[in-house]
Nanobody
Framework: QVQLVESGGGLAQPGGSLRLSCAAS????????MAWYRQIPGEERELVAS???????TYTDSVKGRFIIFRDYAKTTVDLQMNSLKPEDTAVYYC?????????????????WGQGTQVTVSS
């Protein structure tokens, strides 16, 4: 099992910044992808940014140029720096981790979610 603890979030004004942090603990060996999702009530959870081991970060179009994902492989943490915030960024943000293990010809995977942290952008 992997436990995820999120911190950060809160209230910000339009144009402001917030930083989210997520720390993974427990059975962390084999973590391949760390990412951030967000969800607005009544809508599907949306991938915001992700970083796979050895790969380059990816972002959803609406946050490109404003959000930056940081991954610390030694500490098994993933942060999301959110700049130039807009009211439409208001959502609950979730940390996400995927683990993979097993032989190359038959890999297993498991996914884990944080508890979610509220981000509200409003004047």
């Amino acid at each position: 099992q992997v436990q995820l603890v999120e911190s950060g979030g809160g209230l910000a004004q339009p144009g402001g910044s917030l930083r989210l942090s997520c720390a993974a603990s427990g059975s962390i060996r084999g973590i391949s992808t760390m990412a951030w999702y967000r969800q607005i009530p009544g809508e599907e959870r949306e991938l915001v940014a992700s970083m796979s081991s050895g790969g380059t970060p990816t972002y959803t179009d609406s946050v490109k140029g404003r959000f930056i994902i940081f991954r610390d492989y030694a500490k098994t943490t993933v942060d999301l720096q959110m700049n130039s915030l807009k009211p439409e960024d208001t959502a609950v943000y979730y940390c996400y981790v995927k683990k993979t293990w097993g032989p190359v010809e038959r890999q297993y995977e498991a996914t884990y979610w944080g508890q979610g942290t509220q981000v509200t952008v409003s004047s």
